[in-house]
């Protein structure tokens, strides 16, 4: 049974007199542990779709099951406490709170799901050495480069130990050396944590590593094309 | 999926709530600085309020009737020289045995007509132990002209210079007291005036003629009264603790004969002075109020500007699970440790201040020139500020309420935060 599956979604709004269909008749499916990139250029619908497997947008239609959830069908606390217990999230920009440590914002969502400090402090500490920040665990994102600060995001959102991670363009802010180092920690912890990662980008050096690209173009899934040697490749 | 998850727990909660107070720190500390100022403000207002009060109040306490009277029921409602208790050594007898923490004072009062060859006025005549009488201690330091009286005084009068001057009376000159006597006729009796007194306060220097106990009781002994039972007016009950005064009022009517005799409070005794300090503190509550909505405003102006200048922040909170319930907990427990930080801040200025002018005063003599007699009393042209524990807990209340509240509205919108709307900021 697959992890994540979409059935018929559709997102439709206004946009003044205007009604824009960002997504239709979205049809996929991703197993648990694949590493898949939604690609396709500005406008086609990548964070839209993203938007809507996190719960953080509802479809105009069609279905979404994540895990056996039907999350369409969730009220609004439910989706939160959906998103804290099985999703991890990465963002373009701003994914840190300024206030917290890179430590304490890597613990942050497992003190929402209740964790023990020990534990949580535990885990915090081997991810951020996972993602090569333990030696600046306590500092604040403002004393963090773009690339570490999303490190600490990546760390952060395996942590809390998610069924699936959305990253959206977690690149997009970061020069070609950190893009890199980033997608190489993201690829690797894939597979170590056996965790799911979609990720949007229109950035050819992250599609380079994807294991799969699901193109994407005028809200309609053009293309979807497993990439098998990539895996054996890194 | 109907369990909620997500929690926070208080440590966690205000440990970020507490971050994000100084974020800005210069931001939070001039909002502190103008909620400590007005909070200040506040203080001094309302201590300078109550300490004029309390001083007018201490002053009619003195010059008036003490803490508490006790006189012939109905005399406070329709004054007449008749009403008197007959039996005066019983009473002061039956008072004495409740050993009340104070001095307690007979008195005899008496509605007359003051004359000489020039003129007559209507005058308040007050017999009263010109020794240790809280009213003649109060007075004798106001006296302008002559000597205060003599025990042995029998016919020695004290009377105001206002009514000196409507008399036309000089140290030494004769002054006729009459007084009419229930049934028609009057009767009279001669006194000399020993001294002249200034108090600034035209209700006694027109009106008030000051003698010995026994000058007064002449005229009840004309009313039908036996000299040899002390006759009085009333005793004048002057209490050190005045926090004592609603016990001993009760206690004094348990034993007094109530069909005949009442215990009056100085409240019961002087409605219109306790009207008047009602409507002057209903004004310092007008001040405290505009205070108020200055201080609020400048919290809903920092908290709502920090909540919206976080608004992606909260969007990403929201999306990492977050729930609204603990964002809204979040904003509102910045608000809360803003009231704190506050109401600390405003009690260390506002208590400085306070400190400060309850030892040195405030010197109002200047401002108030043509004198500070108010209400038949007067207030001190030097002000203590006071506050009293309950006005320390009824500002403390009301500081830390309104401007606790003021976090509702930020916290609201931050909660209203949707995370897909929020991370597109």
Known sequence: ????????????????????????????????????????????????????????????????????????????????????????????????????SALENVELVMVMQGRHLHERRER???????????SMMHRRPAALSGGQQQRVAVARALAAGPRLVLADEPTANLDSENATALLDIMHRLSHEEKTTFIFSTHDPRVMERAERIITLRDGVVEGDERIEQHRHGQ | MSQRHSRLPLTVLFSLAWRNLW?????????????AIGFALAVLSIGIGDGSHNSMIRN????????????????????????????????AQQIAELKINGSVQPRVSLQVLASTANNSVGAALEGIVSADDPRALMLQPMLVEGRWLHSDDSRGILIGDGMARKLKAK???????????????????????????????????????????????????????????????????????EAEMTQWKSQLREIIDTRSMVALDWQEMMPQLVQFIVIDDAGNYVILSLILILVVFGIVNTVLMSVLERTRE???????GMSRHHLLLLVFCESLLLSLLAVVIGWVVGGAIHLWFAGHGIDFSALIAEGTAIMGTFMDPIVYTELSSARVLQLTAIIFISTLS????PAIKAARITPVEALRT
């Open chain 1, 124 to 134: 915090a500490e081997h991810y951020l050495q996972l993602v090569g920040l333990e």
């Open chain 2, 23 to 35: 974020r800005h720190r210069r931001r939070t500390i001039i909002t502190l600085s103008s909620i």
């Open chain 2, 171 to 241: 140290l030494g000159s004769k002054v006729v007291v009459m007084a009419g006597r229930q049934g028609g006729d009057s009767q009279a009796q001669l006194g000399r005036v020993s001294g002249i007194f200034d108090s600034k306060v035209d209700e006694l220097d027109d009106f008030l003629v000051i003698s010995n106990l026994g000058f007064a009781r002449l005229f009840l002994e004309g009313e039908g009264a036996d000299l040899t039972t002390r006759p009085v007016t009333r005793y004048a009950i002057f209490l050190n603790d």
């Open chain 2, 406 to 409: 003021s976090g509702i509205y």
């Open chain 2, 314 to 320: 909260f969007g990403l909170l929201r999306a990492l």
């Open chain 2, 60 to 91: 009619a306490i003195k010059l008036g009737e003490g803490h508490i009277t006790v006189q012939p029921r109905g005399y406070l409602e329709a004054p007449a020289n008749y009403k008197y208790v007959a039996d005066g050594t019983t009473l």
């Open chain 1, 1 to 100: 049974m697959p992890l994540l599956t979409l059935e018929g979604l559709g997102k439709r709004y206004r946009q003044g007199e205007v009604e824009v269909t960002a997504l239709h008749d979205v049809n996929l499916s991703v197993e648990e542990g694949e590493f898949a990139a939604l690609v396709g250029p500005s406008g086609s619908g990548k964070t839209t779709l993203l938007n809507i497997i996190g719960g953080l947008d509802s479809p105009s239609s069609g279905r979404v099951h994540l895990n056996g959830i039907d999350i369409t069908a969730l009220s609004e606390s439910e989706l939160s406490d959906f998103r804290l217990l099985q999703l991890g999230f990465i963002f373009q920009a701003y994914n840190l709170v300024p206030v917290l």
